[in-house]
T-cell receptor, first 112, second 116 residues
Framework: GEDVEQSLFLSVREGDSSVINCTYT??????LYWYKQEPGAGLQLLTY?????DMKQDQRLTVLLNKKDKHLSLRIADTQTGDSAIYFC????????????FGSGTQLTVLP | GAGVSQSPSNKVTEKGKDVELRCDPI?????LYWYRQSLGQGLEFLIY????????KSGLPSDRFSAERTGGSVSTLTIQRTQQEDSAVYLC??????????????FGNGTRLTVT
């Protein structure tokens, strides 16, 4: 079955880089997503990567995909206090009419 | 509206009562999802509506949970005879296309349900 795992907590100092990791089990994943959830809000799509890509960069965000190890990471450069939130990794499978499978989320805390 | 709207934002109910949670998706979005987010846990899929197709109800945890989507737009999630373990944030999301087609989900802010 599908399973997506993340570590629960990460703390970094303001200005440092943050790296949030995710592993998934389904090798037929087509798209992998990173969502951000701020307190009291729903999830907001940050970025996504197609499974035939290794890397995607979007301003301060860099997504790395190791398909062999089924490992996905999100790097946030120059982390700011406004980046403090829960970050969810999610996968979807081509042809699946169903939902995304989400990880449990990583709580990122940015310390001044 | 500009985004997915959910109401109420907070609901406190007594154990055993029924509750209805409402979701108003983005206009024109054919796909609608309900998820449950319990404290410290990820998102648990509940139900998925896609256009006029039969909904995927495979994530509903018990027969106390039901949902409908009228006219392909607004959806209502109903929980009957609520239990304390039903306490969670219920998130609704909509999408113009089905999952797997790189059509991202747009989430509402959720309804925080507390069963006392």
């Amino acid at each position: 079955g599908e399973d997506v795992e993340q570590s629960l907590f990460l703390s970094v100092r303001e200005g440092d880089s943050s790296v949030i990791n995710c592993t998934y089990t389904d090798s037929s994943s087509t798209y992998l997503y990173w969502y951000k959830q701020e307190p009291g809000a729903g999830l907001q799509l940050l970025t996504y990567i197609f499974s035939n890509m290794d890397m995607k960069q979007d301003q301060r965000l860099t997504v790395l995909l190791n398909k062999k190890d089924k490992h996905l990471s999100l790097r946030i450069a120059d982390t700011q206090t406004g980046d403090s939130a829960i970050y969810f990794c999610a996968e979807s499978i081509s042809g699946s009419a169903r939902q995304l499978t989400f990880g449990s989320g990583t709580q990122l805390t940015v310390l001044p | 509206g500009a985004g997915v709207s959910q109401s109420p934002s907070n609901k406190v109910t007594e154990k055993g009562k029924d509750v209805e949670l409402r979701c108003d998706p983005i206009s024109g979005h054919t796909a609608l999802y309900w998820y449950r987010q319990s404290l410290g846990q990820g998102l648990e899929f509940l139900i998925y509506f896609q256009g006029n197709s039969a909904p995927d109800k495979s994530g509903l945890p018990s027969d106390r949970f039901s949902a409908e989507r009228t006219g392909g737009s607004v959806s209502t999630l109903t929980i009957q005879r609520t239990q304390q373990e039903d306490s969670a944030v219920y998130l609704c999301a909509s999408s113009p296309l089905q999952a797997g087609s790189n059509s991202p989900l747009h989430f509402g802010n959720g309804t925080r349900l507390t069963v006392t």
